[in-house]
């Protein structure tokens, strides 16, 4: 049972590039976020999803899209990176109905230069 | 609008003597509360977790209390040990979504 895993660990990227930030679970969770963590700033909600299919905003979405086509997976993409968004990246799942406690990935670090 | 918080942002302690953290909140819809350790370069971890329809509830070595009156939470750690050291965050959750709304966090240090 691996729980919440997230590849990479590490990214660097260039201002403009694109790339996926991937989190799977094998919980079968039905709830997935994606949060940031920036230095005196806590975590921040930037998407969640409640099951395949559904995704909503949560407090920092603009600049990253995802997607939720199964239960397992929660893809965070950059469209264009920016320096603001050098960050650490935590996926998160919990399980429905009666609420829980988020169970967390171990992160993935990003740098935008 | 919601808003988790911390009143301390560091605490410094001796092995052995309790801790207590505490997290001040505004949401009143929040009914659901928990207590996360992130080591440095790791995830949160769940520590433990209270409902609003309870004051106080224990774990291991571990005691949330919920202040409902006064919006605020606290955490106290019993025999504070060296592996304690992290930051500890409170998170809530309330209304009918699912969303965890996080403070900034707590640093807690332990001197041997």
């Known amino acids: 049972n691996a729980g919440v895993t997230q590849t990479p660990k590490f990214q660097v990227l260039k201002t403009g590039q694109s790339m996926t930030l991937q989190c799977a679970q094998d919980m079968n969770h039905e709830y997935m976020s994606w949060y940031r963590q920036d230095p005196g700033m806590g975590l921040r909600l930037i998407h969640y999803?409640?099951?395949?299919?559904?995704?909503d905003q949560g407090e920092v979405p603009n600049g990253y899209n995802v997607s939720r086509s199964t239960t397992e997976d929660f893809p965070l993409r950059l469209l264009s990176a920016a320096p603001s968004q050098t960050s650490v990246y935590f996926c998160?799942?919990?399980?429905?109905?009666?609420?829980?406690?988020?169970?967390f990935g171990s992160g993935t670090r990003l740098t935008v230069v | 609008g919601e808003s988790v918080g911390l009143h301390l942002p560091t605490l410094s302690v001796q092995e052995g003597d309790n801790s207590i953290i505490n997290c001040a909140y505004s949401n009143s819809a929040s009914d659901y509360f928990i207590w996360y350790k992130q080591e440095s370069g790791k995830g949160p971890q769940f520590i433990i977790d209270i409902r609003s329809n309870m004051d106080k509830r224990q774990g291991q070595r571990v005691t949330v209390l919920l202040n409902k009156t006064v919006k605020h939470l606290s955490l106290q750690i019993a025999a504070t040990q060296p592996g304690d050291s992290a930051v500890y965050f409170c998170?809530?959750?309330?209304?009918?979504?699912?969303?965890?709304?996080f403070g900034k966090g707590t640093l807690l240090t332990v001197n041997p």
């Open positions: 998170a809530e959750m309330g209304g009918s979504n699912y969303k965890l709304t």
């Open positions: 998160a799942s919990s399980s429905a109905g009666v609420r829980y406690g988020y169970t």
């Open positions: 999803s409640v099951g395949a299919g559904i995704t």
